[in-house]
């Protein structure tokens, strides 16, 4: 278990003498007694350690009676530490005192900061009183306690003020709007890079127990899950239920919790507002979400399942009866839809292709082990190559299409191919890959690279969302969902 700490800026205390027959030596304690003197009451909070920014008035500045009777003044920092402090029971040794100017410019904050770092220590607690400074110093407090939070474990606790009441000064706890940050991170966290822990983390120091705020977690997390593994079929079901669970909003908007419903439908509408049509229709945009957030291979998953559907919805583009007769008779099309061996077997291993250009398309692992460790991989085709092998597979009555869409089809089967390709280097990458990748003209295997090309490919499918399949007079258009 760390120290308990007690971090504030010390105010500079002008006292002023209070009337006959109190029992208080001043009309006003100074601003941040309170706030201190509540903490130390309580043993779970009571401070180990107080460090005090004081400034040069605090530190040198004659503004206190002094105790002795003597009509004689003393700093503030002497009056905290030897009156105040030591009728609460604190020892001198226990107050650290960081000197700092009366007006602060950016290198004394800088040096205030580092001084306080050295006073806390991993799995430390850390109680601020913000009742004391000018109007920037709680904000170099807060910064403090954010970065001993994420480098050092080091929890805030507390966060307090005291408020003026007449001559007393009330002590409010600010905590639950600090906690609030954490909020806001960790809603940021899950949209930013689609995990979970920071709500999680935020729930359980909040000991938050309403049954609609955890099941938004319970939903959330799910999704979480299923973009971290690449379960595909399982992510549109999760956004819905995600989409239903805000709706479920609490009666009550007045409690801090409540506004996750506000922070999460916010940035749910904002973030994935293109998301909730059907699975195929929001293909482009979850793909653009992907890249944005640097989910390579999140995106290039969901291109490599879910772009062959997309495509043959919104362009005629299928198997003549002859190939769909061919394909049936394949033992590992079983169960799988037409689309699946078109695009992934015949686009991109392209038969024709390979006979005429053995190493153009064919995107399959060699199984020679001496080449490239048994990881050769070759070349996507140019949009050259795949118009004429569309061109060949119609001559030779094994592809049906809109001839007027071939170059458009032809480009989402480069698309196609770059997706694969890509997805087989990450899988498949050996220690020759670089200089294999030379010599063969792969992609180039970079996140700007693969970041670019999931952009390419979600704008050209983004251009195609309203076209839709239609087949010619007399032509049956196959269902591309009905499995073999």
């Given at each position: 278990?760390?120290?308990?700490?007690?971090?504030?800026?010390?105010?500079?205390?002008?006292?002023?003498?209070?009337?006959?027959?109190?029992?208080?030596?001043?009309?006003?304690?100074?601003?941040?007694?309170?706030?201190?003197?509540?903490?130390?009451?309580?043993?779970?909070?009571?401070?180990?350690?107080?460090?005090?920014?004081?400034?040069?008035?605090?530190?040198?500045?004659?503004?206190?009676?002094?105790?002795?009777?003597?009509?004689?003044?003393?700093?503030?920092?002497?009056?905290?530490?030897?009156?105040?402090?030591?009728?609460?029971?604190?020892?001198?040794?226990?107050?650290?005192?960081?000197?700092?100017?009366?007006?602060?410019?950016?290198?004394?904050?800088?040096?205030?900061?580092?001084?306080?770092?050295?006073?806390?220590?991993?799995?430390?607690?850390?109680?601020?009183?913000?009742?004391?400074?000018?109007?920037?110093?709680?904000?170099?407090?807060?910064?403090?306690?954010?970065?001993?939070?994420?480098?050092?474990?080091?929890?805030?606790?507390?966060?307090?003020?005291?408020?003026?009441?007449?001559?007393?000064?009330?002590?409010?706890?600010?905590?639950?709007?600090?906690?609030?940050?954490?909020?806001?991170?960790?809603?940021?966290?899950?949209?930013?890079?689609?995990?979970?822990?920071?709500?999680?983390?935020?729930?359980?120091q909040t000991g938050e127990t309403d049954p609609d705020i955890l099941n938004l977690l319970d939903?959330?997390?799910?999704?979480?899950?299923?973009?971290?593994?690449?379960?595909?079929?399982?992510?549109?079901?999760?956004?819905?239920?995600?989409?239903?669970?805000?709706?479920?909003?609490?009666?009550?908007?007045?409690?801090?919790?409540?506004?996750?419903?506000?922070?999460?439908?916010?940035?749910?509408?904002?973030?994935?507002?293109?998301?909730?049509?059907?699975?195929?229709?929001?293909?482009?945009?979850?793909?653009?979400?992907?890249?944005h957030h640097r989910m390579y291979q999140q995106g290039l998953t969901l291109l490599s399942e879910?772009?062959?559907?997309?495509?043959?919805?919104?362009?005629?583009?299928?198997?003549?009866?002859?190939a769909l007769d061919y394909m049936a008779l394949q033992p590992q099309n079983k169960g799988k839809?037409?689309?699946?061996?078109?695009?992934?077997?015949?686009?991109?291993?392209?038969?024709?292709?390979?006979?005429?250009?053995?190493?153009?398309?064919?995107?399959?692992?060699?199984?020679?082990?001496?080449?490239?460790?048994?990881?050769?991989?070759?070349?996507?085709?140019?949009?050259?190559?795949?118009?004429?092998?569309?061109?060949?597979?119609?001559?030779?009555?094994?592809?049906?299409?809109?001839?007027?869409?071939?170059?458009?089809?032809?480009?989402?089967?480069?698309?196609?191919?770059?997706?694969?390709?890509?997805?087989?280097?990450?899988?498949?990458?050996?220690?020759?890959?670089?200089?294999?990748?030379?010599?063969?003209?792969?992609?180039?295997?970079?996140?700007?690279?693969?970041?670019?090309?999931?952009?390419?490919?979600?704008?050209?499918?983004?251009?195609?969302?309203?076209?839709?399949?239609?087949?010619?007079?007399?032509?049956?258009?196959?269902?591309?969902?009905?499995?073999?």
């Open positions: 278990m760390g120290e308990n700490i007690a971090l504030l800026y010390m105010s500079a205390y002008f006292a002023q003498p209070a009337p006959e027959g109190s029992k208080n030596r001043f009309l006003r304690t100074q601003t941040n007694e309170a706030a201190v003197s509540a903490l130390w009451k309580d043993p779970a909070s009571r401070p180990d350690k107080i460090v005090a920014l004081c400034s040069d008035t605090v530190r040198t500045k004659p503004t206190v009676p002094a105790a002795d009777g003597s009509g004689n003044k003393v700093p503030t920092l002497e009056y905290f530490r030897d009156e105040f402090l030591k009728q609460l029971g604190v020892q001198p040794e226990q107050l650290v005192a960081v000197s700092v100017p009366d007006s602060m410019e950016e290198a004394d904050q800088t040096r205030a900061i580092s001084a306080v770092l050295e006073q806390v220590a991993e799995n430390d607690n850390l109680y601020i009183d913000l009742s004391g400074g000018m109007r920037d110093t709680a904000t170099l407090l807060l910064i403090v306690a954010r970065y001993l939070k994420d480098i050092r474990m080091v929890q805030t606790k507390k966060v307090l003020y005291s408020e003026l009441k007449g001559n007393s000064s009330v002590v409010r706890d600010s905590t639950g709007l600090y906690n609030l940050m954490d909020l806001i991170t960790a809603v940021d966290a899950f949209f930013s890079t689609g995990t979970t822990e920071k709500l999680k983390a935020y729930m359980k939903r959330i997390d799910h999704f979480a899950d299923d973009l971290a593994l690449c379960r595909v079929q399982m992510l549109k079901a999760d956004l819905k239920a995600i989409a239903r669970q805000i709706k479920q909003r609490p009666a009550s908007r007045e409690t801090l919790s409540s506004l996750l419903y506000e922070l999460m439908n916010d940035r749910f509408e904002a973030e994935f507002q293109n998301l909730m049509g059907s699975r195929s229709d929001s293909l482009p945009a979850l793909v653009q979400w992907c890249a879910e772009m062959p559907t997309y495509l043959c919805g919104h362009l005629f583009l299928q198997p003549t009866g002859k839809s037409w689309v699946f061996p078109m695009f992934h077997y015949h686009f991109c291993r392209a038969a024709l292709f390979h006979e005429a250009r053995p190493f153009t398309v064919n995107l399959c692992l060699t199984k020679d082990k001496t080449e490239a460790n048994g990881n050769a991989l070759f070349r996507v085709a140019t949009l050259t190559e795949a118009q004429e092998y569309l061109t060949a597979a119609v001559e030779q009555g094994e592809l049906l299409l809109d001839l007027t869409r071939k170059d458009t089809v032809a480009q989402g089967i480069v698309y196609y191919q770059s997706v694969q390709q890509y997805r087989n280097q990450i899988n498949h990458a050996t220690d020759s890959a670089v200089k294999f990748q030379k010599d063969t003209g792969l992609l180039p295997l970079s996140t700007s690279a693969i970041e670019q090309t999931l952009g390419d490919v979600a704008f050209y499918l983004f251009k195609l969302k309203e076209c839709k399949a239609t087949a010619p007079v007399g032509i049956e258009l196959l269902d591309s969902n009905k499995a073999f």
